[in-house]
């Protein structure tokens, strides 16, 4: 007598093959996951490297306006009081006093 055998109607064929389906998808999910994750770390990483060269920008920034006020404003005012001394060394010359 032949019997009808069907893997369908035995779950023990597919119990183990349907584990591993499921174990392959979570690893499919997390491999996803851990992509998104990589992408934000570069953009955060890249974020923090604008931010470095922002805020180096910003101290070489700070260093040229000290050194303008600290040294350029006061050479030129040395300088302008000084042709403004000869201007009216002139004039007094020139008899226009």
Known sequence: MITHFSLHSDNRFFRP????????????????????????ELDVEMKRKQIDAIESRIKSMQLECKKISDQTIPRLENQLDA?????????????RV
């Open 17 to 40: 093959l349907r584990k591993l389906r499921d174990k392959r998808q979570a690893l499919y999910d997390e491999i996803r996951n851990l992509n998104r994750t990589r992408k934000r």
């Open 83 to 95: 042709e403004q001394g000869q201007a009216d060394t002139v004039e007094v010359g020139g008899a």
